[in-house]
């Protein structure tokens, strides 16, 4: 299938189906007719297979609880062994309702009130919400920027857990919503930090499929053959992959038994923890069908990308398109363009866009916007347009 042929296939109207991105517009922007650009899912269908096994499924009629098949585990575990050299077992899995609620319940189970937790921001604004709203301290390192690439300061970081006497890493690989895909040297690096201060990283990999540039993605559970595994909580999921984040189903990966065991008891006490039987059908069957159709969005999200950073470029250099490493939400820093507080209304007022605005990702990133370019081109193109016409007005 040619990229024409995925977008003529896969490419849907949205909009009256009760869905955030666009049937929010009004009460979230106060402007139903922007174009949005914000919250992380996508125009697209997600693969067929997906949909005619939950067609069949719902067919059955039945609804009650369930368990999960020794296929499910193959599919997830040979996706990621294939893709990421990290074949799961069965015994290292467990179950949640979305990353962020992952995260939260991991929180609880490993940390005490008031203890601190670490991000490195900018990042996905839940990561601060999800600390705070949970009574821990939250401690945020920036990640160095230079010429719209991010990277981490050690130092700083190791500075903070010392002073701080941090307790969780909560990371984000790939990073959303820098783009960054860490390297293994990266991750190497941060992992032997936290080791070395007896810090648990929760890592949240919910962007693990879709990766762009050089780096291929490398779970921190496997970094350095296995090293790390022993402080390495894994968050994931397969709905920004297939667009299912409707389903809330997600995965959690301990491969350390002792972690599992306190995961576990923790878990006993919410009493409930099992799956959603359409969430165990579609990610199966995107684990096992959904390949080519991935490798087809990505194409789209790549061109996507490439048309945004060379038309801006070329007609507008003092925006700076940040590096898309992988994830399909760019960040723009616009700060030579446009002054900060006059942000909002030229991109809500004048390019008639939705976007999400750094400093919710980060106090330090007011000025720059987040784009979701996992849509259709022609929304990418008025984008590009609206922003480099209304520019030149300025
Ligand atoms: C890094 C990251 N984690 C988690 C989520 C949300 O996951 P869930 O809906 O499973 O909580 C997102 C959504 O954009 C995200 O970017």
Redesign the pocket.
Known sequence: MNKQEFLEKYLIERRGTDCFKWDELESRYGDPNLIPMW??DMEFKTPDQIIEAMVERAKHGVFGYSSVSEEYYKAFSDWMSERYHFPIKKEWVRFST????VIAWMIHAFTNPGDACLILTPV?Y?FHNVVTSNGRELVSVDLDYNEGYFTMNYEAIEKAIVENQVKMFIQ?SPH?PVGRVWSEEELEEILAICKKYNVLVVS?E??QDIVLGENPFIPSAVVSDGLYGDIVITVS?A??TFNL?GLLH?HIVITNENLMKIYDKFARGMNRTEMNIMGLTATMKGYTHGGEWLSNLMGVIRDNYNYLKKELHEKLPDVTVCALEG?YLVLLDMRKCIEAERLVEFIQGRCHLAVDYGECFGENFKGFIRLNLATDPKYVKTAVENIIAEASKL
């Open positions: 919250i992380a979305g990353c962020i609620t996905y839940p984000c959303n949240d919910i962007h999921s709905s920004k984040a997600s994830t």
